[in-house]
């Protein structure tokens, strides 16, 4: 065991699962976040570490007082945190701004944004006040916080909003030993990235199918952000498909 202790949203599925397992297997102690309690339970087999490892937590992140409650958990429990990958997020399918419903931009808002705000909050909030004091936020933006693809409103402006909210948390978190950094994920294989193998939108108006990389190069970049000690931070990192159409995109 490291003795560190890691908080890891959507660890239910795709990146949060891959990265949640890595942890663990490293010898983190990891909170796991998600709405399906089963399937919390599942990432925890996979990674073949004891149960007394791991805080399984059933939270809907857009809620406060679930995420205040979270957090006591996590204080009770292991008395710390060390790392936090505020990774949970959605999408929708791509629709024009115009015919984007206030619900399906809400929904966006309240995970991406609100959500990873809450989640943010609460770990700087307790990492503010432990002995030894710091800690590090990690930041799940997205190619999107650069670009953004054709018909996606409410995701691309929740993924740049991540970039302001990372800054400010950088800046914020100075005086606490509070380092903050974002990775920008490109195209790596997930339920969320499946349908890029038979055409996804792209500038020009066409479908094409899009390169993925293994999820697993993400679990292990994340790691290399977390354990870094204080004193350092990875302030932006972007990972990709190499040969996705990021670079001249559109």
């Not at 490892?53 to 979270?70: E, G, H, I, M």
């Not at 115009?98 to 943010?120: H, I, M, P, R, S």
């Not at 977390?226 to 559109?250: D, V, W, Y």
């Amino acid at each position: 065991m490291t003795g560190k202790v890691a908080l890891i949203t959507g660890a239910s599925s795709g990146i949060g699962r891959a990265t949640a397992v890595t942890f663990l297997k490293a010898g983190y102690r990891v909170v796991l976040v998600g709405r399906r309690e089963a399937e919390l339970a599942a990432t925890l087999a996979m990674s073949g570490a004891p149960a007394e490892a791991a805080l399984l937590s059933p939270t809907d992140v857009t809620d406060p007082a679930a995420v205040d409650a979270l957090f006591a958990a996590i204080e009770s429990r292991f008395g710390r945190l060390d790392v936090v990958f505020n990774n949970a997020g959605v999408a929708i399918l791509s629709t024009l701004v115009g015919d984007t419903t206030w619900e399906q931009w809400k929904k966006v808002v309240d995970v991406n944004l609100n959500g990873a705000f809450l989640v943010a909050r609460g770990a700087f909030n307790l990492m503010r006040r432990q002995s030894p004091q710091g800690g590090r936020i990690i930041n799940n933006g997205s190619i999107s916080a650069h670009v953004p693809r054709p018909g996606s409103v409410a995701y691309t402006a929740t993924k740049h909003a991540i970039t302001g909210l990372t800054r400010s948390i950088s800046l914020d978190g100075r005086p606490f030993s509070i380092a903050c950094g974002q990775i920008d994920i490109g195209n790596a294989a997930s339920d969320m990235t499946a349908a890029m193998q038979k055409g996804v939108p792209q500038a020009n108006g066409t479908l094409a199918p899009e390169p993925t990389m293994h999820v697993q190069n993400v679990a292990d970049a994340v790691l290399h952000m977390a354990a870094l000690p204080l004193e350092a931070n990875i302030q932006f990192m972007t990972i990709m498909a190499t040969n996705m159409p990021f670079i001249g995109r559109g």
